[in-house]
């Protein structure tokens, strides 16, 4: 198998090259350091997959040159300088990476949120700046028993919310796309009436910047707010109306704001600066070490899925609208297509059938569920002929049939997907969920309840229960030089026992002969995510 090329045309953390680099299947080519030109004219014609930061256009010259790439993924969030557009008519997926500074844009938050009710930053340049030791002129409040309103409860927005109940602040959430169970199971108060969130002490936004979110709040919505209001925006530029919140902020409406993004950046004469009731920073949300590591990795592992063709986490681009679907849905379609991939790797056999099932509120996006699953399953024997826009129309020349099926949620799961896959051997079936958002799981393959992460080299050793088999099985791996990873193990009714084994290496021929040989043995297969 020839290797995938990936080139990373800005600089990113070490701990995201290293991931490249230790990938037997890329050639990574670090190309950070390289004069721009160069990097346009020899080097991206050579890219399969392309990582960019914001020193990397992704422009008419960018494009002309890239004949081989499938794929460009952002490392960050901001896709301000790719021409998406463009990119789709060539067919290269756009993708980002929006959660790795998660934990830095929530405690970002909660630091504007402080500075507010402290004045902190005032205080701190009346002394340090200016020598005065005044405590008289800086008098707060407190969190303790405020009413905080978070629109948008995603990601960040829910992690806001549980640290701010730490304060003992009242909570109340407000995103009219997630199961209310997700903030009230955490003790928040949830509605779906947005006036409600106006009658907050303290309002933070945390929602993508878009069609029905730009301007989200503005003269109006300020006007009915409780006077002394305090607005924290760490989301998106343009979400606060800046003419309306520079003018309840200068007759006192809102008694402060925390501002760290603006509609145009970077921003260094907008009037808000010069009001002494901001606190503003230059867009910093995802400015932490840790973070920045995070998103490396993130953006290695993506570029790494994109390039073998696994899937596509975190699409702009691709003809269903990811982008445009409710945060909680995205995970699902990874992992659908991911159980697609996997089930195809296990028969190694003609498809006759794909039925996707979906359970939960997740089950209202079946029929994208239905195109990322198309494309899982048929990459194993199509590779680059298959693709999101094509899948179906593939499936129905191979005379493949694609089923969906809404089932009634009594799994114990919040939400539930999985596959059941015909093929000229036999059936196979695969469920997963996601736990915290982004933690994906499987958890169950045909009768067998496991929890295996979908993740690296896996050995599925099916077997009569009897003792000894998973020293036997351990054994034999590890003569063969292979270090294991994670080692799950599920029964079924009939006195039957499938492990699953994640392995460090090439699986092979001989490694499955001999587990074959084994006196237990019923079946045994292995796969790569």
Known sequence: MSKKTIVVCDHIHKDGLDILARDNEIKLINAADEPKDKLISDIIPLADVAITRSST????????????????????????????????????????????????????????MLSCVRTFPYAHNNLKLDRVWRRQDWYGTELKDKKLGIIGFGNIGSRVGIRAKAFEMDVLAYDPYIDPAKATDLDIGYTKNFEDILACDIITIHTPKNAETIGMIGKDEIAKMKDGVILINCARGGL???????????????????????????????????????????HLGANTKESQKNIAIQAAENAIAAAKGISYPNALNLPIKENELPDFVRPYLELIQKIGHLSAQITKSAVKSIKVMA?????????????????????ESLGDQVNYVNAEFVAQERAIEIAKEVKPNNSGFTNKVGIKLTTADGTISIAGTVFDDTVQRIIEIDDYILDVEPKGTMIF?????????????????????????????????????????????????????????????????????
């Open 359 to 379: 359970a939960g509120p997740v089950a209202q996006h079946i029929e994208s569920m239905g195109t990322f699953a198309t494309v899982g399953v048929l990459t």
């Open 57 to 112: 256009d992704v422009d008419d010259a960018f494009l002309k040159s890239a004949q081989k790439i499938k794929a460009v993924v952002r490392a960050g969030v901001g896709v301000d300088n790719v021409d998406i557009p463009a990119s789709s008519k060539q067919g290269i997926v756009i993708m980002n990476v929006p959660t790795a500074n998660t934990i830095a844009a929530v405690e970002l938050t909660m630091t504007h």
């Open 240 to 282: 606060y109306d800046e003419d309306a919140l520079l003018e309840g902020l200068t007759h006192g409406k809102i008694a402060m704001a925390g501002i760290d993004v603006f509609n145009k950046e970077p921003s260094i004469d907008h009037p808000l600066l010069d009001l002494d009731n901001v606190t503003v920073t230059p």
């Open 461 to 529: 050793f099916r077997n009569n229960d009897t003792p000894g088999v998973i020293g036997d099985v351990g054994k034999i791996i590890a003569e063969n030089g292979l270090n294991i990873s994670d080692f799950r193990l599920g029964r079924d009714f009939n006195e039957q026992a499938l492990a699953v084994v994640r392995v460090d290496g090439i699986v092979t021929k001989k490694i499955l002969d001999e587990l074959s040989s084994l006196e237990a043995f019923i079946s045994v297969s292995h796969a790569s995510i």
